[in-house]
């Protein structure tokens, strides 16, 4: 059949792959950008010297998530940073703090986390779909426990 005619049979399936493909390319680029942004942060240690006792913080990375009383309508993504550990035990300003971009697929930069390193509201967690259970298959991994702090 000439490329210029539409098949009567398969219509405009071409297209729909095409969709499919874009999807799924989407989805791939998302998920290295979580893989690559974990591995870019998941060693730092908060660089704040405390004031009070002139000590080096050195807290580890972890996974947060913007109190729901601030949201302010930020989209879903504003919503997660990258920060210090020992936020918000010690309040002083300074500790460190990295924004994620809109095309990290959060699901994934959670997972890579983990339970012990990630803090996010539950709601969050459920605005994303986001649920330990349905993911510890997918990524192989079968022995996690749900956080000991659940954030409302």
């Known amino acids: 059949m000439p490329h210029t ?3 009567e049979i398969d219509g ?5 792959r095409l969709s499919e493909q874009e999807i799924q390319r989407t989805l791939n680029s998302g998920v290295e950008n979580a893989e690559t942004l974990y591995d870019s942060y998941k060693d730092h240690k908060c660089p704040l010297v405390s004031r009070a006792t002139s000590v080096v913080c050195s807290g580890r990375t972890i996974l947060r998530s913007v109190d729901p009383e601030n949201r302010e309508g930020r ?13 918000p035990r010690e309040r002083q300003a300074g500790h460190m703090i990295f924004g994620i ?3 990290v ?4 930069l959670i997972q890579l986390f983990g339970v012990e390193r990630v803090h996010i509201h539950q709601v969050y967690l459920n605005e994303i779909g986001f649920s330990w259970e349905d993911h510890t298959e997918h990524f192989g991994i079968s022995n996690l426990k749900q956080p000991l702090i659940d954030r409302p």
Do not use: A, M
Not at 12 to 16: G, I
Not at 75 to 87: M, N, P, Q, T
Not at 105 to 108: F, K, R
């Open 5 to 7: 005619e539409v098949d």
């Open 12 to 16: 405009l399936q071409w297209s729909k």
């Open 75 to 87: 989209e879903v993504h504003k919503l997660f940073f990258i920060g210090c550990s020992r936020y």
């Open 101 to 103: 971009e809109s095309d």
């Open 105 to 108: 697929n959060l699901p994934t």
